[in-house]
């Protein structure tokens, strides 16, 4: 279902950020939802294609797989840094992008919470 809201998304909707990398954003009821499947399929590209990222990879998910507990100082944090480095992991917006992506998330924003007086006397909803 949520592939089938996201689809229908894209298609009636225009991305907020158009280039280098599509950027959708959409509303859900606590906030907004940021839509980077494009930036993290350009990364993902990036590890398949490039041997020495892809070897890095593969030695993090091994890690992972045989790491029993948390250790701050494991190996796979190291590998994780490196593969981050070499994919990079930002998503440029440039120019009037800048001003777009902003107007659209101030657009989708919650509205601020109301606070009714009879709420601030003594007892209050909470009585």
């Known amino acids: 279902m949520n592939r089938l809201r996201l689809i229908l998304h894209r298609l009636l909707r225009r991305p907020a950020v158009t280039g280098p990398a599509r950027i959708y954003v959409r509303?859900?009821?606590?906030?907004?939802?940021?839509?980077?499947?494009?930036p993290i399929s350009r990364a993902?590209?990036?590890?398949?294609d490039?041997?020495?990222l892809l070897g890095l990879f593969l030695e993090y998910a091994a890690d992972r797989a045989a790491a029993s507990g948390h250790d701050g100082h494991a190996p796979e944090a190291?590998?994780?840094e490196q593969i981050l480095r070499g994919v990079g992991f930002e998503a440029p917006v440039?120019?009037?992008?800048?001003?777009a992506l902003a107007e659209r998330l101030?657009?989708?924003?919650?509205?601020?919470?109301v606070v009714i007086p009879a709420q601030r006397r003594e007892g209050g909803a909470a009585a």
């Open 78 to 80: 190291l590998r994780l």
């Open 50 to 52: 490039d041997e020495e």
């Open 94 to 99: 440039y120019g009037e992008q800048v001003a």
């Open 44 to 48: 993902i590209t990036a590890i398949a």
């Open 106 to 113: 101030r657009a989708l924003a919650p509205a601020p919470a």
């Open 27 to 38: 509303r859900i009821p606590t906030g907004v939802m940021l839509d980077l499947e494009h």
